[in-house]
């Protein structure tokens, strides 16, 4: 049975873009295993998670149903209960690394993290599979591989959300919500599910894989067993 391991900051992380990958790596068999900071239970983001403070918006940018069903699985299991620290994590006691993204300024811990781009660096040495969606890719991205002190997606093929559309949200949202989508910006419209694959995009490049946004996880997920499994 394969291990994946899926990196998370203490709070803020995307729901959709961490559980879904959850549900279908478990439902095909494979280990998954979670890391935080400290090696303490991680929370999601509640905003998205609730629609509160969302305002019009709301219907547009929470997560659907699906995958705070998949968030709330996945809360309740011993893995994600009992998370490594960032510090105990070693390449070479997993297969995979799954990165995802967020928006919540928390997210900055798990993104600007020495350690955590440290072991990033290690899995593309080693030329292990690594899928990073959204603000997953921003992490993959400021891991430098010391043999070239480059970072690791130097001369690999990525997608990631646009400027303009990191910038939209926080225009569109910024009177009562202030700066908290500086981070992210808004979803593409059209999310995909096992009904409309077509929808989600992904990028795929030797060992990586990349997606931008909520509404490519059924896609990227897929994509990436495909990759474990060696397709």
Known sequence: MKRILIPVPAYGFDPT???IPWKMLSENKFQVFFATPEGKKAQ???LILT???LGVLKRLLQARLDAKAAYYEMERTDAFGSPLNYAQIKEADFDALLLP???DKGVREYLES??????????FKMQKPVAAICHGVVLAARSID??????VLHDYKTTALLKSQELAAYRLTRLWLKDYYLIR???PSGRDDFSHLNRGFTV???????????????NFSLEFIRMLEGK
Do not use: C, I
């Open 185 to 187: 910006g808004p979803r």
């Open 17 to 19: 873009e961490t559980a």
């Open 204 to 218: 795929r490049d030797r060992n990586y894989l990349s997606a931008r946004w909520p509404g490519d996880v059924y």
């Open 44 to 46: 999601g983001d509640e």
């Open 146 to 151: 010391p043999s070239t002190q480059k970072s």
């Open 114 to 123: 020495n350690t955590l781009q440290q072991q990033v660096a290690q899995f």
């Open 51 to 53: 629609g509160k403070k």
């Open 101 to 103: 993204g967020g928006h």
